[in-house]
C-alpha cells in the first residue's frame, strides 16, 4: 500500500472529474490525468476516506501487487466527489491499517 498521499510522485490533486460508477479522473500538478477505480469508502471517526487504484493496474493481470492511494472523501454542495490528500500522519496511518485490513478480508 502507497504512504502517498497524492498522484505520482506524491503530487497533489488539483482537479477532479467524474467518469462513471466508480472510476473517477485526478489530475495532477503537472496537468496529466489519471484514471483510478474507488475500491472502497471507508469512515474513521466522523470522516469518509477512499481507496483507489489506477484503472491501468487493475487492467492488468500478471498478479503484481496493486499501488493503492488513500484520499479524504467527501461530497460538496452540488453532491461533488471531493478527494483530498490526508494531512494528518497519524490519521493516515489509521485508514491506511483499516484499508490494509479490509484488503486482506476480500482477498
Known amino acids: 500500500m502507497s504512504g502517498n498521499n497524492g498522484v505520482e510522485n506524491g503530487g497533489v490533486v488539483e482537479e477532479i472529474e467524474s467518469d462513471g460508477d466508480e472510476v473517477v479522473i ?9 484514471q483510478f477505480m474507488v475500491l472502497a469508502v471507508v469512515e474513521v471517526g466522523e470522516q469518509e476516506y477512499a481507496m483507489l487504484a489506477t484503472v491501468d493496474q487493475l487492467e492488468q493481470d500478471d498478479g503484481t501487487e496493486l499501488e493503492l492511494f488513500l484520499f479524504q472523501y467527501s461530497l460538496d454542495a452540488d453532491g461533488n466527489e471531493i478527494f483530498s490528500a490526508i494531512e494528518d500522519d497519524a490519521t493516515f496511518e489509521k485508514v491506511r491499517e483499516l484499508c490494509s485490513n479490509l484488503m486482506e478480508v476480500t482477498t
Not at 26 to 34: M, N, Q, R, T
Open 26 to 34: 485526478l489530475v495532477d500538478e503537472a496537468g496529466k490525468e489519471h
